[in-house]
């Protein structure tokens, strides 16, 4: 068998290296992209436009918006006169927020009758909407609970009251950096496209020029052959992934606390699975473009948006929960996170990881048992 | 009168020089082959002539339309058809002609007519509903014929037409070219590696090297052929009859095939001289006609 | 005019041929569309919660209680030990966590510095931003009640909140479209970018040569079939996500239809140009996805905010039709914004189509070499 197979990789490898440009770009195009996206991209909620309108200048209004600025979330673009011209700023797209105080604010405030602040919001970014929300009610709320703090001072009422108790601390990610909780789902898209898409054209391109129908004359087995084919590729993958890592370990700061070995199986698994997806899309296309058409659909988005890249899966409906157990970029981001944040083990991530396997196993059968049974032209 | 005149063709690839300064004129009303071996310059000489490829020197003239500045000028004339019989594979037969019929803005019921002439003139009623991808190659060499005639062009460019295809098609394939350039008045270029096809032309351009080494009639140029071909059958070694051969005076060129050997002498050596130079028995040997690959071969010998 | 309409049926004869590539050029966009539109949700819901009681009094689980009845919070684990809430949080199977210390009510009623702590993953940020923000705000309304509890009168800012356009803030209202928007450029972008390539591989490109067909009309003939295509499309998934998602479609259909056709032109133009400086299928279509798609997919807007990227390589951002046609369908779609107002994303759309279009009619020429 593999005696029978040396012969194929041996022409496949002098083909690739043959070709500069595609060897290099095999090589370093991974690593190319994760370094641009990876500066480019950010999921950080920073410098939403609000615009205010503030016609008495209280120290309430003066506190509210030092408050909002200094959380570094917001930016004030406008100052207005008339409530309509905030309302006409959201329309236009000037700012995002609109925040009215009503005269007498603060006196209303106090004896707490009145509507005294009205907040808009334009919901139509609901991403953002999101944060602004949650940011001004929670902010509302501490004002308030300063307010209460100062009022029972000044009545002096039986008891010392309890100061804020909140210790937050949090994990793997102190600072929250977007490229360290972006870069691995980054990885996993990079591997899953290049892998799987790079397989399945080299197949797909020898079944088209019928160059296939030569070698399938000798005799070996359509299995050997598509092995042959692969291994190649599957190398050249696991060298560029190996750098695309390494390079995000040194310029991303990524803490790689975990084990390298664990993290060598994981990115060896996805990548079969990439491969193996890979293969069986060329067992069922008859030509580059059907090849590609179904490649595209069933690796670009699904592996942005259904593997927890950025969108969280618990917050998914069920029925599209259950739709994320096929997505084998889910269960390798989570093992990279692990992996490559957290410092976690074999033993924390075992569920992933043997889905993972599981899988990688299931897509090469599916597509050796379609080979052997239709063979490949 | 001329319909093509071409004069100091040349056109580089880089360092190789594929078409090498040829000039030469073509008659209406005639087939002329370009002949010679593959990598000779025949279809990329074909290609410049259709537009299909620039120039590097030299001016291409169809009638009087200067076809390196105006090709689309021309294209309505032409007829082409490539070496791989270019045709979309996921179509018919069908849909492949009329296809190209449509490009050339050809009514639909004269489209539909001379669709029906030409299934029934190229036999292709059975496979009409055929996916060209589907077809033996002869057959789809017929079917990329008519694509290309389906417009009645009177300038036909058939690049190697019958490589690959049986000698009973390639027959066929001529006598159609044949009564296609007598009914519509037109004129072809044919080219082709099988130097046998010379007889079919009217005219023949050999190739060689980028360069036109020979052009005439066929019968012309046989006529014009100064040298004696004879041919003898022997049971020696091919490289004793190497060995022999080589060492004699007066011998331009011969070729084994078989145990019969074919050998090119100076014009002024007869049969008895080849038996003493060489010491062939003399009843062996035989005086032949020359064919165009013994033309072909003296001239490329040097 | 007839030439050009005859390739069309030409190519779409073609397509039909192919068994497959029709049903998954209209199917697949559908059933994308109905997945992704659910899955691209920025909701921040049923955060998986554990919880370090070390105090068990009422007062602790009283603020327990205000955690897990919020619904942003989900309880998973309780336990007394720290070190099971560090392998929770380490093998991720909860997001955070919230340790009550011991003698917590006692120092409520007495002490200035009780202390709670609370833990988040940052692996997640987004997660972790939002389930802090929630955890201050239970956390201050729970002391506020605490509090005002001993007052006769009590402060409060009374606030009014209103939510514009999208007043549930779903994020299907803000993601379907772009969504939408994506699956249109994989159907006139990436796929067409293989189309005119494929006839120079077959050699078919040259008996097209010699013909009388101009290079303009090949160019129109082969997009005009995945137009048509697009076309269909545009038609179903607008109609899913106005009808089944419920988007709503606030702008004039005829901005819509506007803003869908300068796209498709453009998008096209983008196969056509890549199509034609390459010379296989192979290539035009690795060049169409690394030059074009990726960044698109990245860098427009679509899921990162564009406002967040380094200027310098928000440039690319600003060439890719993508950033204008998302930002168009939002606004349109939600905001119910007209030509008029959103003239800009117009323009730039109207000038990459012209531009991109006009580059590869340039380019290419009639003689293939």
């Known amino acids: 068998m593999i005696r029978?197979?040396?012969?194929?990789?041996?022409?496949?490898?002098?083909?690739?290296?043959?070709?500069?440009?595609?060897?290099?770009?095999?090589?370093?195009?991974?690593?190319?992209?994760?370094?641009?996206?990876?500066?480019?991209?950010?999921?950080?909620?920073?410098?939403?436009?609000?615009?205010i309108c503030d016609k008495e200048r209280s120290e309430f209004s003066r506190e509210f918006t030092d408050g909002l600025i200094s959380s570094g979330y917001f930016r004030i673009t406008a100052r207005r006169e008339s409530p309509n011209e905030i309302e006409s700023d959201l329309r236009t797209s000037k700012s995002q927020v609109g925040i009215i105080f009503y005269p007498s604010v603060y006196k209303n405030f106090l004896r707490n009758n009145e509507p005294s602040v009205q907040i808009l919001v334009d919901g139509s970014n609901a991403q953002s909407s999101q944060y602004t929300l949650n940011y001004l009610v929670g902010a509302i709320e501490r004002f308030t609970q300063n307010a209460i703090k100062k009022e029972l001072i000044r009545i002096n009422t039986i008891q010392t009251p309890t100061e804020p108790l909140l210790t937050e601390r949090i994990l793997f990610n102190p600072l929250l950096k977007s490229p360290l909780y972006l870069i691995p789902g980054l990885i996993a898209f990079v591997i899953m496209i290049t892998g799987a898409i790079s397989t399945t054209i080299s197949i797909v391109k020898e079944k088209e020029n019928r160059t296939f129908e030569q070698v399938i004359l000798c005799p070996v087995s359509p299995f050997t052959l598509i092995i042959g084919k692969i291994i190649p590729y599957f190398v050249i993958s696991l060298v560029s992934s190996a750098i695309m890592i390494l390079l995000s370990i040194l310029f991303f700061d990524l803490p790689t606390k975990g084990s390298l070995l664990f993290l060598s199986y994981a990115v060896i698994i996805f990548l079969l699975c990439a491969s193996g997806f890979g293969m069986l899309i060329s067992t069922i296309s008859s030509s580059q473009q059907v090849a590609f058409t179904i490649a595209a659909f069933s690796t670009l988005l699904p592996t942005i948006i259904l593997s927890g890249f950025v969108f969280p899966i618990n917050n998914m409906p069920e029925i599209i929960q259950l739709i994320t157990y096929i997505v084998p970029a889910k269960y390798f981001i989570a093992i990279l996170r692990g992996i490559l944040l957290k410092g976690s083990s074999l033993s924390e991530l075992y569920p992933e990881t043997l889905s993972l396997t599981i899988f990688a196993v299931l897509i090469v059968s599916a597509s050796i048992i379609r080979i052997k049974k239709k063979g490949i032209i | 009168m001329e319909i093509i005149s071409v004069k100091s063709l040349t056109k580089r690839f880089g360092n190789f020089t594929a078409v090498d300064n040829i000039s030469f004129g073509l008659k209406p009303l005639t087939i002329n082959g370009f002949l010679g071996p593959n990598g000779a310059g025949k279809t990329t000489t074909i290609k410049m002539i259709c537009g299909l490829l620039r120039p590097d020197e030299g001016s291409i003239f169809i009638e009087n339309i200067d076809v390196i500045e105006n090709p689309e000028k021309a294209r309505e004339k032409m007829g082409y058809m490539s070496q791989n019989f270019s045709l979309y594979p996921d179509l018919t037969a069908r849909e492949n002609i009329l296809f190209f019929a449509d490009l050339y803005k050809i009514k639909k019921s004269e489209r539909d007519n001379r669709y029906a002439e030409l299934t029934d003139e190229l036999n292709l009623h059975e496979y009409q509903n055929t996916l060209t991808s589907d077809l033996p190659l002869g057959i789809r060499q017929r079917?990329?014929?008519?694509?290309?005639?389906?417009?009645?062009?009177?300038?036909?460019?058939?690049?190697?037409?019958?490589?690959?295809?049986?000698?009973?098609?390639?027959?066929?394939?001529?006598?159609?070219?044949?009564?296609y350039i007598n009914s519509h008045k037109a004129t072809a270029i044919v080219s082709t590696h099988f130097l046998t096809e010379a007889a079919h032309c009217n005219e023949i351009f050999l190739f060689n090297r980028g360069k036109i080494i020979l052009s005439g009639q066929p019968a012309e140029i046989i006529q014009n052929f100064r040298y004696n071909i004879f041919e003898t059958k022997t049971s020696l070694l091919t490289g004793e009859i190497k060995n022999i051969l080589n060492n004699s005076e007066g011998i331009i060129e011969f070729y084994i095939f078989g145990k019969r050997v074919r050998i090119i002498t100076e014009e002024d050596i007869d049969i008895q001289q080849i038996s003493v130079r060489t010491g062939i028995d003399i009843s062996n040997i035989s005086v032949v006609a020359p064919s165009f690959e013994d033309v072909f071969i003296s001239l490329t010998n040097d | 005019m007839w030439v050009i309409i005859s390739f069309i049926k030409k190519e779409l004869r073609q397509i039909k041929r192919d068994k497959r590539i029709l049903p998954i050029l209209v199917v697949a966009p559908v059933l994308q569309l109905l997945v992704l539109g659910y899955a691209a949700t920025f909701d921040i819901k049923n955060i998986e919660f554990a919880v370090c009681d070390f105090d068990m009094s009422n007062s602790s689980r009283e603020l327990i209680d205000n955690f897990t009845s919020s619904s942003y919070f989900i309880l998973k684990y309780q336990t007394h030990s720290?070190?099971?809430?560090?392998?929770?949080?380490?093998?991720?199977?909860?997001?955070?966590?919230?340790?009550?210390?011991?003698?917590?009510?006692?120092?409520?009623?007495?002490?200035?510095?009780?202390?709670?702590?609370?833990?988040?993953?940052?692996?997640?940020?987004?997660?972790?931003?939002?389930?802090?923000?929630?955890?201050?705000?239970?956390?201050?309304?729970?002391?506020?009640?605490?509090?005002?509890?001993?007052?006769?009168?009590?402060?409060?800012?009374?606030?009014?909140?209103?939510?514009?356009?999208?007043?549930?803030?779903?994020?299907?209202?803000?993601?379907?479209?772009?969504?939408?928007?994506?699956?249109?450029?994989?159907?006139?972008?990436?796929?067409?970018?293989?189309?005119?390539?494929?006839?120079?591989?077959?050699g078919t490109i040259e008996q097209l040569y010699v013909t009388p067909i101009k290079p303009y009309q090949i160019i129109f003939g082969k997009m005009s079939a995945f137009m048509l295509i697009s076309i269909i499309d545009v038609v179903i998934v607008t109609t899913i996500a106005v009808l089944w998602f419920n988007v709503p479609l606030r702008g004039s259909l005829f901005d819509l239809v506007a803003a869908i056709l300068l796209f498709?032109?453009?998008?096209?133009?983008?196969?056509?140009?890549?199509?034609?400086?390459?010379?296989?299928?192979?290539?035009?279509?690795?060049?169409?996805?690394?030059?074009?798609?990726?960044?698109?997919?990245?860098?427009?807007?679509?899921?990162?905010?564009?406002?967040?990227?380094?200027?310098?390589?928000?440039?690319?951002?600003?060439?890719?039709?993508?950033?204008?046609?998302?930002?168009?369908?939002?606004?349109?779609?939600?905001?119910?914004?007209?030509?008029?107002?959103?003239?800009?994303?117009?323009?730039?759309?109207?000038?990459?189509?012209?531009?991109?279009?006009?580059?590869?009619?340039?380019?290419?020429?009639?003689?293939?070499?």
């Open chain 1, 4 to 51: 029978r197979i040396l012969p194929f990789i041996k022409k496949e490898f002098t083909e690739i290296l043959r070709d500069r440009l595609s060897i290099t770009s095999l090589l370093l195009l991974p690593s190319i992209l994760l370094f641009l996206y990876g500066y480019a991209i950010s999921l950080d909620i920073k410098e939403i436009k609000i615009s």
């Open chain 2, 143 to 179: 079917v990329a014929l008519a694509s290309a005639v389906i417009h009645h062009p009177v300038l036909l460019f058939l690049d190697e037409p019958t490589s690959g295809v049986d000698p009973i098609s390639r027959m066929k394939f001529f006598d159609f070219i044949r009564k």
């Open chain 3, 82 to 202: 720290t070190t099971e809430i560090d392998t929770l949080l380490s093998s991720g199977r909860i997001k955070s966590a919230l340790i009550i210390p011991k003698n917590f009510e006692k120092q409520l009623y007495t002490d200035r510095n009780t202390k709670v702590l609370f833990l988040t993953d940052g692996t997640e940020g987004t997660m972790a931003n939002v389930s802090l923000m929630y955890a201050r705000t239970i956390l201050s309304r729970f002391i506020n009640r605490y509090n005002t509890g001993q007052m006769y009168r009590v402060p409060a800012i009374r606030y009014e909140l209103r939510i514009w356009y999208n007043p549930d803030l779903k994020s299907s209202n803000f993601m379907v479209p772009a969504i939408f928007a994506l699956l249109l450029s994989i159907v006139a972008m990436l796929i067409p970018s293989m189309a005119l390539v494929k006839e120079k591989e077959t």
């Open chain 3, 264 to 369: 498709l032109i453009s998008t096209l133009g983008i196969a056509t140009f890549f199509s034609t400086v390459t010379n296989t299928q192979q290539q035009a279509m690795m060049s169409v996805m690394f030059l074009f798609f990726l960044p698109s997919m990245l860098l427009s807007g679509f899921i990162f905010p564009v406002e967040n990227i380094p200027l310098l390589v928000r440039w690319i951002s600003y060439i890719l039709p993508l950033t204008y046609f998302i930002d168009i369908l939002r606004n349109l779609f939600l905001k119910g914004s007209t030509i008029s107002e959103l003239w800009i994303q117009y323009s730039m759309l109207s000038l990459i189509g012209i531009a991109i279009f006009i580059f590869s009619l340039l380019k290419f020429r009639k003689n293939i070499d």
